[in-house]
Nanobody, 121 residues
Framework: QARLLDYGGGLVQVGESLRLSCEATGVLGTINDMRWFRQAPGKQREMVASITSSGITAYLDAVKGRFTISRDNAKNAVYLQMNSLRPEDTARYYC???????????????WGQGTQVTVSS
């Protein structure tokens, strides 16, 4: 299983920005879709943004226009630029990726350990 290292979280004030990063190591095949999820205390994990290997993106309605997902395929990395942060963005953010293992003909999913984002008002 590929290992995902996600980092970049922190404590910020309302309206400030953060950039999350996630790097995959131990990759045996091709990383396809990459995603950012978040989970706040007492709430279900939700997908914040996704990006395909060709760069097609999708966003949770609540973050459209404020968050931007991008990736560097050469580095097997994905990023989440978060602007105009709000208290309701407070959560633990997790990187997620699908890896296609060519010689096995299978896809495996990996998760990062998460990075905490706290937005203070």
């Amino acid at each position: 299983q590929a290992r995902l290292l996600d980092y970049g979280g922190g404590l910020v004030q309302v309206g400030e920005s953060l950039r999350l990063s996630c790097e995959a190591t131990g990759v045996l095949g091709t990383i396809n879709d990459m995603r950012w999820f978040r989970q706040a205390p007492g709430k279900q994990r939700e997908m914040v943004a996704s990006i395909t290997s060709s760069g097609i993106t999708a966003y949770l309605d609540a973050v459209k226009g404020r968050f931007t997902i991008s990736r560097d395929n050469a580095k097997n990395a994905v990023y989440l630029q978060m602007n105009s942060l709000r208290p309701e963005d407070t959560a633990r953010y997790y990187c997620n990726a699908d890896e296609y293992i060519h010689f096995r003909g299978t896809t495996r999913e990996s998760w990062g350990q998460g990075t905490q984002v706290t937005v203070s008002s």
